[in-house]
Every structure is written in C-alpha cells, then in structure tokens.
C-alpha cells in the first residue's frame, strides 16, 4: 500500500511495505517473520499498533484496516499519490482517490483538508514528497498550506528534521525552498530568517535574505559540479561532502550563514557604508537555536556552527593573496586549523562569492585558481605530513623541558607544528631547538637554546 505502491509504478527503489489487514495483523505478521526466521517488533498502542518485520533493507509493516473497507483507509492516508492499494488474492490496484492519475501528471495533492489538522507536518511533507520525486504541489493543496502554515510548529521538532534531512538530500532542493518561504512555512519553522527579508546589502542591492537564498540555490550547483571545478581533487572532495550527511548540513549552514547580519548592521557616519561587523560570531550563537528545536545532534550543529564562524576565512584570504600580503604560512595555519573542513568552508565560499557576483563559477578565475592552489597544497604536500607522527609530543615537553601540562601546551606545540610544515624543521632535534627557543621567549628560567653539539636537546639547569 501508499508508498510503496507510488514508488513501483515510478520504477523507483522502496523498502518499506505497509500491509492493511482486516483479519487479525499480528497473526500474519507473525506468520510472515516465522518464514523468515526472524521477530516481530510491536509498535504503538491500541487501534494504532503496527507489526513490523525488518529483514536486511526491508521493512514490513502489518496493521488492521482503519474503516470498514481498504478503499476506507486509503481515503484516510495523506496525500493521492499515497492512497493507492494493492489486493494480495486477485493483484488488482486500488484507486478510490485518483492516486493513479496524479502520479502520472506528476502532482501532490492532498486527499482531504482534514489531513493537516490530523497532522500538520504533512504540509511539509507535501514540499519534500514533491522534491523528492520532482513533482509539482496542486494549487489547492498549495492554498490550504498557506491558510494553515502557522499550525507548521506543532509537530515534534525531530519529526521536522527529517522531512527538512530527506528534502535536502536531493540535488535541486532550492526551488522547495523557496516555494515553502512563499507558503509561510519556512520563517513560521525558523522565525530567526525573518529579520533578514528587510535587511538590505547597501553593496549588491539586495536583501541579507535573497542573498542567502542564492547562496543556497549556487551551493546546490557546487555540490553537484565539484568534479569539473576541480577534477584534481575529486575524489577526496566526494569522500569528504559524502560522509556523515555533509552534503546537507553545507545547506543548512548556508541557510544559515548571514542570519547574524541584521543584529549587527551599521552604517559608518563618515563614508555612510553599510558594515555587520561580527556577523559570523552573532550568527554562530543565532543558529543554535533553530538547530536545537530541530533536535539536531551535537556532531551536526558543531559542523553547521563551524562553516558559519569561518565562512570568511577563506575569502580574506584571497584578500590577502590580492593585496600581497598572503604568506605560505598564512595558508598553512589556515589548513592545519581546518583540515579535512576547508572543503567545506572552500565549497561555501565559491558559492557565497558566486551569489554576490550573480555569474558563473568560472567568472572570477582568480578567485578559483587561488582555491585550486590551497586543494592542491593541502592534498599533495600537507595532508601527508600531518597525517605523519608529530615531531614532538607533550610528553617531550615534561620529560625534556620540565614543563608542567597545561591548556599552553597545545600553543607550543600547535607552533612546532606549523613550522613542520612549512618545511623551516624536518627532524626531532630541529623541533626541540625550536621549542627551547619559543620557552626561552616566554621568559621561562633555566632553558637554554640547544646546540649543535648538544644534539639538539636543551639542557635544564
């Protein structure tokens, strides 16, 4: 039944497999999992129980027909192109809401107006069912939504972020986006982007919100293009976006990225110039909250939090590099902080430049060569170095130095590092040079520089 059945006639993957039963569900259920040798796992309480079966990639669901008929229960399904059934003895279809049709002229459409009050989250359900399978919403299903986008927040906020999740897997999620926007249900889910619609950029004339929504809509097109931008580094780049839903939490975090900018605007009394100092900081903060209703994971609102603090780094880099004040070790300290991430933060900032400059990728090539200058550093010369052993440890630091372990030993070591790879040291004797030279810097008593006749090491007086 339902989606299953949608997805068959649209040659597309499932499965889940629901089963409406007018006998006893569990008996069947328990019938099916004895077959396959496994358990039935009970679900819900009373006329709500469902049996489930889960073998391999498969999920079975058996539950009793809601209604005196199958034809009853589709009618109460939510939406047309889930109201289809399939009878088991004679294999004929079950159409009583014209599922059959709409699924054909590629539309979603609700089967009653009761079904949002049932359960309002099927309002977003429509636009991520519709992303999905990249169908159009029927305009009085579309008015409905509109006329009750407010009821949007009554749903359980994991229950949200799922719809939100499985929209934003797909490639060309922004024209969902936006439609919802239009639907009221996108501020009404993160009232946190309101503010950002009268916000205007004095410098590209338009508002903080149309910019983020491009920016959206080009990080879409990166994510699909990365393999000709930089066909170099695909596959590490595919690695990287592919891992741990990084591919969804880029858009949310792009979603996100400006949502500090209308707190912090301010005009300069002498050149009248529009500036929103610290956005990134006020916006990190800002973005917690919608990440928290939403019942994100730590892991995914650290890495959301993460592109947003430093998604101008690697513009005022390129600053930098235009200026010709951009050192090597510049780029070193900026990919020995981010590692694996200034992917992600190289990914959001084509897309964010691409957004301001409303042309192509290609149209800023210095922009790009600059980018495909720290890929290529990154992945041929630093990468392999950092993954080596570090020169020197904090154990070295108390069994060499006499140091005491504290939060500064990171600092020192952070520092050797650094050095490492830039390539000014290469051996454990050039390292503990270095570090009695930084101790001897910070005034520490008794250290003394080593000496090539010393070996390197330092001597503790």
């Keep these: 039944m339902g989606g299953s059945l949608r997805d068959r006639i649209l040659n597309r993957p499932s499965g889940d497999y629901d089963f409406a039963v007018s006998g006893n569900p569990r008996a069947l259920a328990e019938k099916v999992a004895t077959r396959l040798g496994i358990r039935v796992i009970e679900m819900g309480k009373g006329g709500e129980t469902v049996y489930r079966i889960v073998s391999g990639d498969k999920v ?53 107006e009761d079904a949002i009050l049932a359960d309002p989250l099927r309002m977003f359900r429509a636009f991520r069912l519709a992303a999905v399978l990249g169908f159009e919403i029927a305009p009085k299903t579309l008015s409905l939504i509109k006329e009750q986008a407010e009821l949007i927040t009554r749903p359980a906020g994991e229950r949200i972020r799922v719809e939100f999740f499985k929209m934003m ?31 205007l950029i004095e410098d590209h004339g338009q508002s903080v919100f149309k910019h983020v929504m491009r920016t959206y809509e080009e990080i879409e097109f990166v994510l699909s293009d990365y ?7 695909a596959e590490p780049i595919r690695r990287y976006v592919e891992q741990g839903n990084r591919k969804v939490l880029l858009k949310w975090a792009t ?19 529009v500036r929103f100092l610290a956005h990134e900081e006020t916006g990190t903060r800002i973005a917690g909250e919608p990440c928290s209703r939403l019942r994100m994971s730590v892991k995914e609102q ?9 998604h101008l780094h690697p513009l005022h880099l390129f600053d930098a590099r235009q200026k010709g004040t951009l050192t090597t070790r510049g780029i070193v300290r900026f990919a020995g902080k981010y590692q694996d991430d200034v992917i992600g933060l190289i990914i959001h900032s084509v897309a964010d430049q691409r957004a301001k400059s409303g042309h192509g990728i290609q149209s800023d090539e210095a922009l790009m060569a600059f980018f495909k200058e720290i890929f290529q550093g990154y992945f041929t010369d630093l990468k ?78």
Aim: hydrophobic fraction near 35%; glycine fraction near 8%.
């Design 60 to 112: 079975l669901d058996f539950s009793q027909i809601h209604g005196k008929t199958i034809e009853d229960d589709l009618r109460r399904r939510d939406f047309t192109v889930n109201g289809l059934g399939l009878d088991m003895s004679s294999e004929n279809l079950i159409d009583p809401v014209g599922g059959l049709d709409d699924i054909r002229s590629k539309t979603i459409r609700l089967i009653s």
């Design 227 to 233: 393999p000709t931008l930089w066909p170099e580094y």
């Design 255 to 273: 979603l996100f990225h400006d949502i500090g900018k209308p707190v912090t605007r301010s005009v300069d009394a002498t050149t009248g110039r």
């Design 384 to 461: 392999p170095t950092m993954t080596a052993p570090r020169l020197i440890t904090g154990k070295d630091l108390i069994e060499h130095f006499g140091l005491t372990p504290s939060k500064r030993f990171a600092t020192l070591l952070q520092k050797v590092e650094e050095a490492r790879l830039n390539r000014e040291i290469s051996t454990k004797e050039e390292a503990f040079e270095l570090m009695a030279g930084l101790l001897q810097l910070e005034g520490d008593a008794g250290i003394e520089p080593a000496t090539p006749s010393s070996g390197g090491l330092c001597s503790i007086r």
């Design 169 to 199: 897997e797909t490639k060309r999620s922004f024209p969902y986006i936006e439609h919802m926007y239009q639907a009221g249900l996108l501020t009404n889910l993160i009232p946190e982007l309101e503010p950002c619609i009268d916000c």
């Design 302 to 310: 650290s890495y959301i939090e993460l592109i947003i603090q430093n």
